[in-house]
C-alpha cells in the first residue's frame, strides 16, 4: 500500500504530464480549450482519475471527451515512461462540475442579495402597526414612578400575613 503522500505527489506530476501533453502533443482537432483541474490517485496507485473543464458549450464538451478518450492510451503511455512507477495507473477523464456548481451558486447569492436589498426598502418605507412605543404607559403612572419616594408597597394579594418570630421566654 503507498501512502497519501505518494499518491499525492503522483497525482501532481500526472496533472503536469497530461496538461503539457494537452497542450503539446495531441493534435486532435476535436479537442477544445481544455484544463486539467484535478487529478486523483488511489491509494494503491492503479486508477487515475482526471477532472478536467472544457471552455464553450455543450457540443465542444462532448467533442473534447470523444478526443480524450480517443487518446488515452497515448496519455497513459507517456504518464508511464515519465513517473517511472512500476505500474502505470489506468486512467479515467470526468468533466469537473466546478464551474457549473460555482455558476449556480452565484445565481442564488445574487437572488438572495436582491431579495435582501427588497427587504431592506421595505422595512425603510415600513411603519408601526399601533404606537411606536407599545410599552407607552398612561401620564398619571409614570409620575408615581418618577416622583423618587422609593420602591412601590407590594401588592396585597389576600394572604394573611406572616406571623413574627417569637421572642422566646423572658429572662428573669
Known amino acids: 500500500m503507498a501512502d497519501a503522500?505518494?499518491?499525492?505527489?503522483?497525482?501532481?506530476?500526472?496533472?503536469?504530464?497530461v496538461a503539457r501533453m494537452l497542450d503539446t502533443r495531441i493534435k486532435d482537432p476535436r479537442l477544445g480549450f481544455?484544463?486539467?483541474?484535478?487529478?486523483?490517485?488511489?491509494?494503491?496507485?492503479?486508477?487515475?482519475?482526471?477532472f478536467y473543464t472544457v471552455l464553450g458549450d455543450e457540443l465542444d464538451r462532448t467533442s473534447s471527451a470523444a478526443a480524450l478518450a480517443s487518446a488515452k492510451g497515448l496519455i497513459r503511455?507517456?504518464?508511464?515512461?515519465?513517473?517511472?512507477?512500476?505500474?502505470?495507473?489506468t486512467i479515467e477523464f470526468v468533466l469537473d462540475a466546478v464551474p457549473?456548481?460555482?455558476?449556480?451558486?452565484?445565481?442564488?447569492?445574487?437572488?438572495?442579495?436582491?431579495?435582501?436589498?427588497?427587504?431592506?426598502?421595505?422595512?425603510a418605507q415600513a411603519t408601526y402597526a399601533g404606537d411606536p412605543d407599545p410599552y407607552r404607559r398612561p401620564a398619571d403612572e409614570?409620575?408615581?414612578?418618577?416622583?423618587?419616594?422609593?420602591?412601590?408597597?407590594?401588592?396585597?394579594d389576600g394572604a394573611a400575613p406572616a406571623p413574627?418570630?417569637?421572642?422566646?421566654?423572658?429572662r428573669p
Open 5 to 17: 503522500p505518494r499518491a499525492r505527489k503522483l497525482a501532481e506530476r500526472i496533472q503536469q504530464i
Open 142 to 156: 409614570d409620575e408615581d414612578e418618577d416622583d423618587g419616594a422609593g420602591p412601590a408597597p407590594a401588592e396585597d
Open 34 to 50: 481544455v484544463t486539467v483541474t484535478d487529478v486523483r490517485v488511489t491509494g494503491d496507485l492503479q486508477n487515475a482519475t482526471i
Open 100 to 123: 457549473e456548481t460555482a455558476a449556480s451558486l452565484e445565481e442564488a447569492l445574487r437572488t438572495a442579495a436582491q431579495r435582501d436589498a427588497e427587504v431592506a426598502q421595505l422595512a
Open 77 to 89: 503511455s507517456e504518464v508511464g515512461k515519465q513517473t517511472g512507477i512500476r505500474l502505470t495507473p
Open 164 to 170: 413574627a418570630e417569637d421572642p422566646g421566654p423572658a
